[in-house]
């Protein structure tokens, strides 16, 4: 009757150690990187996702420096899309001219 028992509780606790979200008293658990740049976050792997600054859902957690940089670009950065729309704009203006030029052709 006791290893009947015995086989019950441990049946029932089989799997808990692999679901256990806190860490215990002690232990230390791995930091959430972030899923731009790839460095630890400030964030362990079991807190919840409710309590945390940069945290995307369907993405992941971000350090605070690429969610600022995403939420708050700086004026460099602003810059630098600026630039490159510019330059795309240019091209697709010569392959419209080209395009014209080829059509005038025919």
Known sequence: MKKDQEAIEESQNLG???TRKEPLKGERMAKDKCVSCGVD????EWEHIDNRIGYIEGAGQLCLDC???LYNPSKKTKAKEIKSLRQASQEWWKEEKNFQDDYDDL
């Not at 976050?41 to 362990?44: N, P, V």
């Open 41 to 44: 976050s400030l964030y362990e």
């Open 67 to 69: 969610f600022d940089e």
């Open 16 to 18: 808990k150690e692999k």
